[in-house]
């Protein structure tokens, strides 16, 4: 009887511990599971001034985005190419070029901004493009998409840059904002924000003109002026596709909270150091024609945009026309 009942006793233990090992091999398996289901933030570059601005409502979610904030466009180039960054907010010329240089390692994914380009006057003697004949103009962004944008639309009304119309490409935005602001200069093509900054020195500043109107005016409607665009690594989009387009949802959310909600979006802005001034970021927002254009929505505007910047100067997107593989398609709800 001894012998059966220690035998029982053995068993017991033996189906004990066979159940308590595979209950922890099951937590064991279930914590790799949850460790491997972890994915790595989503690495994006962001551009000071209305590229950079529709981010900002996205930049508070600090678990899923690691979002960085650059001056200047020449500084994501090499960090996008090499892998550093997963996605960009870029200027619209600059999703090509990324695409000819990385032989299409590099889509486009969506518009963010379009026109911010503004003729402003200390005067009035400018009321339509026809009226700048004989004039000269004062800009910023020589070899860019400002001079192409404002080649086209000036030819598009018969007037020849450089002959019909003097373009002077000497300063930067900053002083060129400066140099209105203090009545240096009467007459010039400025990007927001600065005709924001420009026009709280000098209320009496007008904007006769707002290129982008007179865009869809030159290209009939077939095109539209698109200034800041949305490119992520081919590599990340096959891996992480509905990462993507989960991010593409909530980017156009934040994008239309920007748009909604001016003084509290300005306050975000200027806290993620896109815009420096709060006021300034809030007053600047109407005009910065904040976006999100999925590719499948924007692709006849952007092939047609691309086809005026070729036309004036190849190497502004890369050397040639991007093709079909250039333009994501994943993006499905959007």
Not at 298 to 303: C, F, H, N, S
Request: charged share 25%; net charge positive.
């Amino acid at each position: 009887m001894k012998k059966k009942i220690g035998i029982f006793i053995m068993s017991f233990m033996i189906i004990v511990s066979t159940l308590f090992a595979a209950g922890c091999s099951n937590n064991s398996s279930n914590d790799s599971t949850a460790t491997s289901a972890k994915k790595d933030k989503i690495k994006i570059a962001a551009l000071n001034g209305p590229t950079g601005m529709g981010m900002a409502k996205l930049m508070e979610n600090k678990n899923d985005y690691d979002i960085t904030v650059y001056n200047s466009a020449d500084q994501i180039v090499s960090k996008i190419v090499n892998g550093e960054l997963d996605g960009a907010a870029v200027p619209s010329n600059l999703a090509p070029v990324l695409y000819n240089k990385t032989k299409g390692q590099v889509k486009l994914v969506g518009i963010n901004t379009l026109g911010v380009l503004y003729i402003v006057e200390n005067g009035n003697t400018v009321n339509s493009i026809a009226d700048l004949k004989g004039k000269t103009i004062y800009s910023s962004g020589k070899g860019s998409t400002p001079e192409y944008v404002l080649n086209y639309i000036l030819k598009k009304n018969g007037l020849e840059p450089g002959k019909d119309v003097t373009i002077d490409y000497k300063m930067d935005h900053s002083d060129l904002a400066a140099a209105i602001a203090s009545k240096k200069v009467n007459l010039a093509m400025l990007p927001e924000p600065f005709v924001t900054t420009t026009k709280m020195k000098d209320s009496n500043l007008r904007i006769p003109i707002d290129l982008t109107k007179e865009w869809d005016k030159a290209s009939q409607g077939q095109s539209k002026l698109v200034m800041g665009t949305l490119v992520f690594r081919k590599s990340f989009i096959d891996k992480r596709e509905k990462d993507l387009d989960n991010f593409l949802s909530k980017y156009k959310e934040s994008v239309d909270f920007v748009n909604k909600n001016k003084e509290e979006a300005g306050k975000l802005i200027a806290k993620e150091g896109i815009i420096p001034k709060a006021k300034v970021a809030e007053m600047a927002i109407p005009k910065s024609n904040i976006v999100f254009i999925s590719t499948k929505e924007g692709k006849q505007a952007l092939e047609k945009f691309y086809e005026v910047l070729n036309e004036n100067n190849p190497k502004s997107i890369g050397g040639k026309m991007p093709d079909e593989n250039f333009y994501y398609g994943g993006n499905k709800n959007n």
